[in-house]
């Protein structure tokens, strides 16, 4: 079992920058292809980002290429999601979250998932 806690959010203007780390306990968490997820409100959880336990590949919705940039530190225990350009359609609550799979694998198969950090950018 894993268990994940992000930090690392809070209120930025758009435009800015804001790195989120999750930092992970449990065994085997090189093992896991790591991903990040989001959820405004009223809105469903979204894909964000994703990283393979070698960090070899990664992958990232469209809505955040180029200025999202997730990594991960094996020997940490951590995964973190460097966020740059920040627009107010990016404000909602990031999770991360913990999977079996490749980089691509779909949300469902997540095993794990921490309770999640709040981000808010103002325009």
């Known amino acids: 079992q894993v268990q994940l806690v992000e930090s690392g959010g809070g209120l930025v203007q758009a435009g800015g920058s804001l790195r989120l780390s999750c930092a992970a306990s449990?065994?085997?968490?090189?093992?896991?292809?790591m991903g990040w997820f989001r959820q405004a409100p009223g809105k469903e959880r979204e894909f964000v980002a994703a990283?393979?336990?070698?960090?070899?590949?990664?992958y990232s919705a469209d809505s955040v290429k180029g200025r999202f940039t997730i990594s991960r530190d094996n020997a940490k225990n951590m995964v973190y999601l460097q966020m740059n350009s920040l627009k107010p359609e990016d404000t909602a609550v990031y999770y991360c979250?913990?999977?079996?799979?490749?980089?691509?694998?779909?949300?469902?198969?997540?095993?794990?998932w921490g309770q999640g950090t709040q981000v808010t950018v103002s325009s």
């Open positions: 979250a913990a999977a079996i799979g490749p980089s691509t694998a779909p949300p469902t198969a997540y095993r794990y």
């Open positions: 449990g065994r085997a968490f090189s093992t896991y292809t």
């Open positions: 990283i393979s336990w070698s960090r070899t590949d990664t």
